[in-house]
Structure formats: C-alpha cells, structure tokens
C-alpha cells in the first residue's frame, strides 16, 4: 500500500513540474545571416545606332543592376554570343557587361549576329576595318550610361587590334584587355599606330603566337603592358577564357589579376 502511495506522489510532482515549464519558441534565423547571395545578374538584349545608323546589337548582363563597364568586342566570323560564359563569369566579379555584334561577323554559341545581317542586307561593307565606328558607338553608349565613367575595352582577334587602336586615343577607354591582337589590315601598321599607349593594357594570345604578340607590343611602354604567356598550347582569341580551351583558369588568373591591380 505504502508502495503505491508512493508511485501516486511521485506521478503528481512530475506532472506539476511538466505544467509549470514555458514551451520553448524555436529561434528565427535570418537566412541571410547563414549564406552568402550570390550577385543577381539580369540580362537585356539592346540595340543602339552605329556612326552611320546601322542598329548594333547587343547583350547587356548586368550585376545588381550596375551600369555596365565593360565593353566585350568578338572575333572574326562570331557575333556577341562569343561572350555568352564569359560575361557571366565577370558578373562574379562583380562586372557587368556588354557585348556587342559588329558588322564584321557571323555567328557562334547559337547566336547570330544580327548587325550583321542589316548591314549585308543594306549593302554596306563588312570588313575588319568597317566593324570600327561600331566599337566607337559602343563606347559611346556605355559612357553616357555610366555618367560619362570610362570603360573597359576587351577585343577578341581583329577586334583586340582594333581595341587596341582605339583605346589609344580614346578618352572614353581607361584601360584595354587585347586576345589575340595581330597585324590584320594590309592599310595599317598597328605596331607603330599603337605605340604611344598609356594606360594599362592587357594582352594574350596562343603560345605559339605570342612571339609575334611581344613583336606587336615591343614599342610600348613595357611598364603599362601585361603580357600574359599561356603554360599550354592556348588558344586564338577570346576563347581562351572558355571553360572548354586547355588552360582557361590561368588566362582567367591572369586576367582577373589585371582587373584588381591595374582597373
């Protein structure tokens, strides 16, 4: 009986003790207090006039809704879709980004450039050296939208010489990166038009061209000049910063190093 009394008094006390404690609300944890956001890139398709009228296509890929600083300028036979990993690989960065189709071009990655098209169609020339007034627009366009900030100016083959003739004198451009710039038209001698560069200038190529490249850059300040020479075979152009071409991270290294130090 004692025993049972016992069992009874025992059941009430942990009853009462069990009534008696505050139900615990679970703790609210902000989420952005336990990750890191990624940056919100948007992406805009655009178009804009070239000097003579010509509508210049274009792929803006903003981060965090910035302004755009970079001015991204493809290869021979491409089109602004040159660009489609890249640009997305700056937003990491931080960058945004603009690439644009010149006249001189077809198509790459699934896009075609489409200033292109309207130049054949109103019969306009489309050489290397007619894709010029589009990059100058381009630049222009980007200036006035960033409160009249200058840019970035990257070129890919023809358009890396191009960037790199117009960068020289152009205001606008605060520094150049080149891939794969070379002596392309038979009406200039780029080595001596660019040899009065004075802003930090970024340059690369495939190893096997980059004798030729420190040939094409020898008369220039060498103290504003990042030549950068792949461990790899590389690659011609811009590709070289594609996941795909042998090597990419150390072009990217390379590059991205010259974004900090030198922009």
């Known amino acids: 009986m004692r025993y049972l009394i016992l069992c009874f008094s025992l059941l009430l006390i942990a009853c009462n003790d069990h009534s008696n404690k505050k139900v615990r609300k679970p703790v609210s944890i902000s989420t952005s207090e336990v990750k890191t956001q990624e940056p919100r890139v948007t992406f ?8 003579d009228s010509l509508p210049i296509t274009a792929d803006v890929y903003k981060v965090d809704e910035k302004v755009p600083t970079f001015l991204l300028c493809h290869q021979a036979g491409y089109s602004r879709g040159e660009y489609k990993k890249t640009a997305l690989e700056l937003a990491k960065l931080g960058i945004s980004s603009m690439a644009i189709d010149q006249r ?3 198509g790459v990655n699934g ?3 489409e200033t ?3 130049a054949k169609e109103r019969n306009l020339p489309t050489n290397y ?7 100058e627009a381009a630049i222009d366009y980007l200036y006035e939208k960033n409160g009249k900030q200058p840019i970035l100016l990257v070129g890919s083959s023809y358009s890396a010489t191009l960037a790199l003739i117009i960068g020289n004198k152009n205001y606008k451009v605060k520094a ?3 891939f794969s710039p070379g002596e392309y038209f038979k009406s200039i001698d780029v080595k001596s038009t660019i040899k009065e560069i004075s802003k930090p200038t970024f340059v690369t190529s495939s190893k096997k061209e ?7 850059i020898s008369l220039i300040n060498p103290t504003i000049i990042t030549h950068y020479i792949p461990n790899e075979e590389g690659i011609h152009g811009s590709r070289a910063l ?7 991270e150390d072009y990217w290294d390379a590059f991205k190093l010259f974004i900090q130090k030198k922009v």
């Open 104 to 106: 001189s071009g077809n």
């Open 176 to 178: 150049i990166a080149a």
């Open 210 to 216: 980059s004798e030729a490249l420190k040939e094409l």
């Open 116 to 118: 292109n098209l309207v």
């Open 242 to 248: 594609w996941d795909t071409t042998v090597g990419s």
């Open 44 to 51: 805009e398709k655009i178009s804009f006039y070239s000097k």
């Open 111 to 113: 896009i075609i450039n």
């Open 129 to 135: 050296l007619d894709a010029k007034p589009d990059i």
